[in-house]
């Protein structure tokens, strides 16, 4: 108990250089708790992207139907294939006078039914990614029958490079942020104890143990980071909910914007680790 009256006399004795290192750490927890908050978010959508994706393959006209059958069966041997459906170009053209209802006009200057037969593949969800997609193509353009295969692979390849690019940024930026909220916490327990040397002598004198001496300054390392990581939940609750509430009515996009309840956990026990952490640092390589 004690430890914890001499840390609270040192934050308020103290208070505008704990005030510094606390608003300092702050904006470092803000700026990465965005940064997960971003990344977390793009991997919610990525992982949404297999529900609609699909490949179509298209037949050549004139594809006999042993031909068509041998192209399903193989796609359905696949295990990275969850479904097979064949779409006959008659049926097909209905998809598309119902979805395209105001370009009638253009079918009738066509005349006929200008659309393939097609098969739908539908891959697993753990399976959509770019190498799976561009293997089962390779393998199925071999087949008699398909005259092409779409499947968006631009957009796929652009989606996964996309986000494994920002989960690497991310991880580099949050050990880098990290460290630099560390030696803030750890540059100011090292100056509250240089200044309290002449306390600290008198403590040894009276036979004060290393323990008794570092809990104060442990402690008070926690408190910054602990302070720091309410007012970065703090900060980022207005950012949410003012900001993108707002934002919501000119862009509708915003809404899919999700906001993990993990969170307000993570930045307070962040805030406590890296107070310990910076603390136990500095108290640990100065000699006394």
Same mark, same amino acid.
Request: charged residues 25%; proline residues 5%; glycine residues 8%.
């Given at each position: 108990m004690y430890a914890f009256r001499l840390a609270k006399q040192s934050i308020l004795h103290e208070k505008w250089i704990n005030l510094l290192s606390i608003l300092t750490i702050t904006a470092g927890l803000l700026f990465t708790s965005l940064t997960i908050l971003s990344v977390y978010n793009l991997d919610v959508a990525t992982k949404k992207l297999p529900e609609k994706f699909s490949m179509? %393959?298209?037949?050549? $006209?004139?594809?006999?139907?042993?031909? /068509?059958? $041998?192209?399903?069966?193989?796609?359905? #041997? $696949?295990?990275?294939?969850?479904? =097979?459906?064949?779409?006959?170009?008659?049926?097909?053209?209905?998809?598309? #006078?119902?979805?395209?209802?105001?370009?009638?006009? @253009?079918?009738?200057?066509v005349g006929g039914?200008? &659309?393939? $037969?097609?098969?739908? @593949?539908?891959?697993?969800?753990?399976? =959509?990614?770019?190498?799976?997609?561009?293997? &089962?193509?390779?393998? /199925?353009?071999?087949? #008699?029958?398909?005259?092409?295969?779409e499947y968006g692979e631009k957009f796929l390849s652009s989606i996964y490079s996309l986000k494994v690019g920002m989960q690497t940024v991310s991880i580099i930026f949050v050990i880098i942020m990290s460290a630099g909220m560390i030696f803030v916490c750890y540059s100011t327990v090292k100056i509250l104890f240089y200044r309290k040397k002449r306390e600290i002598e008198t403590?040894? %004198?009276?036979?004060?143990?290393?323990?008794?001496?570092?809990?104060?300054?442990?402690?008070?390392?926690?408190?910054?980071?602990?302070?720091?990581?309410?007012?970065?939940?703090?900060?980022?609750? /207005? /950012?949410?909910? @003012?900001?993108?509430?707002? %934002?919501?009515?000119?862009?509708?996009?915003? #809404?899919?914007?999700?906001?993990?309840?993990?969170?307000? &956990?993570? %930045?307070?026990?962040?805030?406590?680790? +890296?107070? +310990?952490?910076?603390a136990a640092i500095a108290i640990g390589r100065i000699r006394y």
């Open positions: 179509m %393959l298209y037949m050549k $006209d004139g594809s006999s139907q042993e031909e /068509l059958e $041998d192209i399903i069966n193989t796609a359905k #041997k $696949d295990p990275a294939v969850e479904k =097979v459906k064949y779409i006959p170009k008659d049926e097909a053209l209905k998809e598309f #006078k119902a979805t395209f209802k105001d370009t009638q006009f @253009v079918l009738d200057g039914n200008p &659309l393939p $037969d097609s098969i739908e @593949v539908k891959l697993k969800n753990e399976a =959509v990614t770019p190498g799976t997609a561009r293997k &089962l193509t390779e393998q /199925l353009n071999k087949m #008699k029958g398909i005259d092409e295969i403590y040894k %004198l009276l036979g004060a143990t290393k323990a008794f001496i570092r809990a104060p300054f442990i402690i008070e390392g926690a408190a910054i980071g602990f302070s720091s990581g309410i007012l970065s939940l703090i900060g980022i609750l /207005l /950012l949410y909910y @003012v900001v993108i509430f707002r %934002l919501i009515n000119i862009f509708p996009l915003f #809404k899919a914007i999700i906001f993990p309840v993990s969170i307000s &956990l993570f %930045l307070p026990i962040a805030g406590i680790l +890296i107070g +310990i952490l910076g």
